[in-house]
């Protein structure tokens, strides 16, 4: 599973571990991205998705069905 949400497209980022004495070493901050499975409706079917914490949060407000359109919108296939 790549760590990136198949809704608002977080990826991880990189950037410096800095020391006490300034040296740099490189690390990365990974999105909290999670498996879900929702019911689509329309569809009559399960969708099986990968999500960060706040996309989980924009589909509570905004519905599975919205947040199906953004995805495909984007050019992913579900």
């Given at each position: 599973m790549s760590?990136?949400?198949q809704l608002t497209g977080v990826k991880p980022v990189f950037g410096?571990?800095?020391s006490h004495s300034h040296r740099r070493?490189?690390?990365r901050w990974s999105p909290n991205?999670?498996?879900r499975r929702y019911?689509?409706?329309t569809e009559g079917?399960?969708?099986r998705l990968t999500l960060s914490a706040r996309?989980?949060?924009t589909i509570d407000k905004i519905g599975i069905e919205a947040a199906v359109a953004r995805i495909?919108?984007?050019g992913e296939r579900i």
């Amino acid at each position: 599973m790549s760590a990136h949400c198949q809704l608002t497209g977080v990826k991880p980022v990189f950037g410096n571990n800095v020391s006490h004495s300034h040296r740099r070493t490189r690390r990365r901050w990974s999105p909290n991205i999670q498996p879900r499975r929702y019911w689509l409706p329309t569809e009559g079917r399960f969708v099986r998705l990968t999500l960060s914490a706040r996309a989980v949060k924009t589909i509570d407000k905004i519905g599975i069905e919205a947040a199906v359109a953004r995805i495909r919108a984007r050019g992913e296939r579900i």
